[in-house]
């Protein structure tokens, strides 16, 4: 049984194609999420559709897999089943792969102010939230309520925070610019909050150098060793300085989907299992934990694996080997325990600018986004995803244009989002102002 | 000012690009949706985003119009206003597009039961419903219950019944029957039922004769001069006769929107207003109302003017140049009235499979089906658009093959569509049942 099907859970499942067993993948969503390009849905580039494929459709040709949609409530590791949607469903071997949730570090109470982006619907939410700011601040006749409609806050400088923040300043500055009559979207405010002293602090300092020198480039405001102390519906305080917008977006941070707390077995930082050497669960052989949810520091590096799609991959064909090993009854690897291979990694901060590592050779700018791209279509699912995530990507580099610019999911009529009913009053929606007031159409912009 | 940005709105603001005035669009969508191929967002075969453009893109070009996201709550003819998002808007002149909505002919509580198809939220809802009762057969141990499950009940045969209900028999039969290991949904059910006594009932009777036969041959059952006297959370009533399915989809017609009641004007039939010859509000010649919203007997033909996009978009070119010609203080054509020209009727009912009626010109089969597409994809709003659609609909020819099969919007772990919590203990819910019992993979289907 394969519980998720993220990268852990699909590459296990696909490593298990010729294991004489029965693989039984469940997951609350029908489909495998490509989540590195999870942000260019929050930015309108890509429909939801192109980065995600049914999982059945993935494994249709696996004739020893079946797929079940169902949401798994608990673990029970002495009985060897799960509770999924009621009922219980015995296992052999567990591959648990339940990914990660966004981390608020205790302050639940932000995620209302500042939603995170780790599914479609939450992509999809950020991207109306997104699209609504530049529509409020159209109507908007106050001057500073019209800046904070334009100012977005993008905290936490990982991967997501950067390539978010760079996406959200071309989109304000190159695609929607000459569809506003009023707000000049051009003098958006992204501002990237990171309580660190560095930009993708997973990479290397040169890499993260390399990253700011870009987003610099490109606009984008970026704080470094800004803690965020507190968010509110209209802005966050960083360092007792209260910077105001109608739109937070938080990436700072994950921590395992709350599955394993029903494991009872101790849980390390951010909800993860201390998983043995062979990613087991220590005194239960038969249930593996791989992934984002997995702690696990690699004997032969003396690090952590860390939580990108690749340990993931890597633990759940490990986790298969052994499985299908010790099902044929021949020596497995399970003595030496799982090795993580770092093949490097990579980010991408804006049309034509990215930062690459390759082992020692690290370089950014249009090579490496050309890398970038290259390894995101190859790696993406699907035939159709490859073909329609490279279209949009020709179109919007040709056109300086997004081809998924939806407002949806959010009570019609509404300008802003309704995430914020209880501090709502704290400021006064752009809706409720006269719009009668609304400024003329200014001269024609060049 | 236009109120509502659908063929008729939209077709009302170009038609006004070269008119000395200040045009204001106000919807309460971000975008213009094509609506005929709304169907197939609902089937998985296209992304919400190849249909819809932003309505900002469009006019982005013409510098009299601006544009308002916001949702219009009354219309105060004599104070010459509207009230949008709790602000008053003023009007010189007014064209009131605010199209339609599903008309449960005094049945509210259907709704829950059945939903319609308007807007971009009720297909993707739709979509999840489809793909979720796929999902639930094939957990489902029940016999009866799984046959329930693939029983898919489409209510009124008008265009949007016979393209949904043939589209979802080819979906189950030709795309996803591999994809599932215990359903057969090879042999799931599509019951078109229609109370009057023939399909496509706005076209000639051999159209409607040439269609029926093409469902057949499809496998769709279709049911004439059968009324739904009663929806239930698991099926509908027909002639005494209860049919079961949890997949009830309704079609069976249309009122105007509810903004039309604040009028304070007389309403025809469906809560259309009633308007005079030169579309305008009786007593208001600068209110005009147009499309699926106003109810007008062309004097030439003696006939209505049918609630389809031709006649929206001729209206709102009709009313366009009315004004157009008064603000230049030249004759217009307001004393000759609006007469409507039929420029044909089509409708698709599958693969290679439509019917096409061009003035006496009648005609089916491939021929009609390439028609369909040409003129549908060159009608939709957008290079980007064409594009897509054209190369998903080349996709799903090829490979049979559906790019959006998306599960959204519906609370994870649920298998079956929430829309039902009062009748909800009327059936038990599949995953309700022990999934232990799932039965076992049969031997594969060739």
């Given amino acids: 049984m394969i519980v998720g099907c ?40 890509l429909a939801p559709a192109d980065i995600a494929q049914p999982i059945r459709t993935i494994l249709r040709h696996q004739k020893n897999a079946r797929v079940m949609l169902a949401e798994v409530e608990r673990v029970d590791l ?27 570090f205790g302050h639940e109470e932000w995620r209302s102010f500042a939603p995170g982006m780790k599914d479609i619907q939450e992509a999809t939410l950020i991207r109306s939230r997104i699209l609504r700011s530049f529509e409020a601040a159209e109507i908007e006749a106050d001057e500073a309520e019209r800046a904070a409609h334009l100012t977005f806050i993008i905290v936490g400088a990982g991967p997501t925070g950067v390539e978010l923040s760079g996406s959200i300043k071309e989109l304000a500055v190159d695609v929607i610019a000459r569809d506003f009559r009023v707000a000049d979207t051009r003098r958006a405010r992204v501002m990237l909050i990171e ?24 606009g984008v405001e970026v704080r470094l060793g800004a803690p965020v102390t507190q968010v ?65 520091v690699d004997a032969a590096s003396g690090q952590a ?106 009570a019609p009529g509404r300008i802003h989002a309704p995430l914020a009913p209880a501090n709502a009053a704290a400021h006064t929606p752009a809706a409720q102002m006269p719009v009668a007031q609304m400024p003329p159409p200014p001269e024609p912009r060049a």
Avoid at 201 to 207: C, E, G, I, T, Y
Avoid at 261 to 283: E, F, Q, W, Y
Avoid at 362 to 386: E, K, S
């Fill in 78 to 104: 002495f009985g060897r089943c799960v509770e999924a949607s009621d009922s219980r469903v015995p296992f052999d071997y567990l591959v648990l792969a339940p990914g990660a949730v966004d981390n608020y």
């Fill in 232 to 296: 509110f519906a209209d802005g966050v305080e960083v360092g007792g300085e209260r910077l105001r917008s109608h739109n937070v977006i938080w990436t700072a941070g994950v921590r395992a989907a709350p599955l394993t707390a029903s494991l009872g077995v101790p849980l390390g930082t951010g909800g993860r299992v201390c998983v043995a050497p062979d990613c087991s669960v220590p005194g239960h052989p038969q249930a593996f934990v791989i992934g984002d949810a997995a702690y696990l």
């Fill in 305 to 410: 694996v860390p939580g990108v799609s690749q340990g993931a991959m890597q633990m759940g064909r490990y986790a298969a080997r052994l499985i299908d090993a010790e099902l044929r009854g021949i020596p497995s690897e399970r003595a030496r325990g799982f090795h993580y291979r770092d093949k490097g990694s990579m980010a991408t901060v804006g049309r034509s600018r990215a930062v690459v590592e390759l082992g020692r050779l690290h370089f950014g700018g249009l090579l490496a986004w050309l890398a970038w791209m290259a390894l995101h279509v190859t790696v993406l699912i699907g035939f159709r995803n490859r073909l329609a995530v490279l279209a949009s990507w020709i179109y919007s580099y040709v056109f300086f244009r997004r081809g998924s610019r939806l407002i949806t999911g959010l």
């Fill in 195 to 218: 309580a660190g002293a560095r930009v993708l602090p997973a990479l290397h300092s040169d890499s993260s150098a390399r990253a700011l020198a870009q987003l610099r480039t490109l």
């Fill in 6 to 45: 993220g990268f852990g859970g699909l590459f296990t499942a696909r490593a298990l194609r010729n294991t004489p067993a029965d693989v039984l993948v469940i997951d609350h969503n029908n489909y495998h999420l490509f989540q590195p390009l999870l942000y260019q849905v929050a930015c309108a580039a």
